[in-house]
């Protein structure tokens, strides 16, 4: 299980990413919302989505829910 947060500012194609604790693109804690401990990144990326309709993956730290 891994903790994952969203980023609250959107990139600016509109996305919020997710990310995966430990990420090295992690944003600032003033800029992220705690989603909670999940086994993979498509259970976060689907509670991201319950905050902000338009959520993906990091390609990073959550590459295999990375989709634009």
């Not at 891994?2 to 600016?12: F, G, P, S, W």
């Not at 990413?17 to 800029?31: F, I, L, T």
């Amino acid at each position: 299980m891994a903790r994952y947060y969203v980023r609250d500012k959107a990139q600016t194609n509109g996305d919020h990413e997710v990310h995966r604790e430990g990420c090295s693109y992690m944003p600032d804690p003033a800029n992220r919302t705690y989603l909670g401990d999940f086994a993979t990144c498509r259970p976060a990326v689907q509670a991201a989505k319950r905050i902000y309709s338009k959520s993906n993956g990091c390609y990073y730290c959550s590459n295999d829910c990375h989709t634009s």
